[in-house]
């Protein structure tokens, strides 16, 4: 019996026989790696899609989100520790859906997207994958909300069949190796891919933790991205969860890094999330300032994108909308 090594993320683990990687549903049975948990799903869900969050992406619209159990990294603020840390999986039923069910899941509920979210669809990506073939092959978008450790080979795999990511950029790598068992660079690495990609929309999310994260920290992450190509960034506070009791993030600690992200960096589109401040959560023109979209939550108040364009200056706006048929770059 030979030991097999998975290329799904950056843990590359050795699975030996009947062994299980360190996301817990990666196997190796009978000389095969086999997602154990393929096609149970924990959740399924209608959402808005800003709700990714992605604000630059359909904006307006649902998705369907999905998810199984699993996860490759070990965060210890986990926002979704019940459904992604291996302590939890015997907690939730999961329900067998196929890649065909959730297309026509999709269409009932008139959904333009699929979002494969919630856990780390980079674990289960080979049931993120067959899907995602069907879903576009049925003219609908896909979405892939993740934390981006997977290795250049996955993201050969991935990258032609999502629409649009949201990927979290956790911190530096100090952060990375105490709080979330993994690394830094590889995030950074398959950021720069997906930004170059002319056909995907990127946006990034950071959580703020008070205590832990600087604003000088924030900002220097900022710079990484701004150089890697990004331009959406959500910057979103923080609440306790899993393991990790610190209060939450005072509103006036994300706000003033905010700020100085919006001052010092030259990301076009920075927004505040898990927040009650009402600034933070509209578009205005990269060029002109005009107000593009309005926001409460995750509603739609107001959008007067035009095509993709600012309706004043006519500069495109970074993303996909309706009616522009395609990804601008802005």
């Known amino acids: 019996m030979t030991t097999l090594f998975c290329d799904f993320c950056e843990h590359r683990c050795a699975l030996p026989p009947e062994g299980r990687g360190r996301c817990g549903i990666r196997e190796n049975r009978d000389g095969t790696i086999v997602t154990v948990n393929y096609g149970e799903l924990v959740s399924l869900a209608v959402d808005p899609v800003e709700k990714k969050p992605l604000y630059h992406f359909l904006p307006g619209t649902g998705t369907l ?12 603020f986990c926002q979704n520790s019940t459904i992604s840390q291996k302590e939890f999986f015997d907690r939730r039923k999961t329900e067998a859906v ?53 290795t250049n080979e996955a993201l050969d ?47 990034v999310t950071t959580l703020i933790i008070e205590g832990i994260h600087s604003a000088a920290d924030i900002v220097a992450l900022g710079k990484e991205l701004a150089e890697r190509g990004v331009q959406v960034w959500h910057l979103s506070r923080y609440y306790p969860n899993y393991r990790m009791k610190r209060p939450p993030t005072a ?18 589109y920075v927004y505040l999330g898990n927040s009650n401040s009402t600034e933070g959560n509209d578009t205005r023109c990269a060029a002109c300032g005009l107000l593009l979209i309005s926001r409460k939550r995750f509603s739609i108040l107001d959008e007067v994108i035009d095509a993709g364009h600012c309706p004043s200056c006519r500069r495109p706006v970074y993303g996909l909308f309706s009616g522009s048929g395609h990804v601008n770059l802005g």
């Open 65 to 76: 989100s999905l998810a199984l159990h699993g996860c490759n990294l070990s965060c210890s």
């Open 98 to 150: 196929s890649p065909a069910d959730i297309v026509a899941a999709a269409r009932k509920h008139k959904c333009e997207s699929v979002s494969f979210t919630y856990s780390e669809p980079t674990v289960w990506q080979d049931y993120m994958i067959d899907t995602a073939r069907l879903v576009k092959a049925a003219g609908l978008r896909t979405v892939m909300v993740t934390n981006g450790w997977f």
């Open 157 to 203: 795999r991935i990258l032609p069949l999502i629409d649009a990511f949201n990927i979290d950029l956790k911190g530096d790598n100090e952060f990375y190796r105490t709080q979330c068992g993994g690394t830094y660079a590889p995030v950074l690495r398959n950021i720069g891919r997906i930004a170059a990609d002319p056909d995907t929309v990127l946006e």
């Open 251 to 268: 509103e006036s600690f994300l706000f003033g890094i905010y700020e100085r992200v919006r001052a010092e960096t030259i990301l076009p």
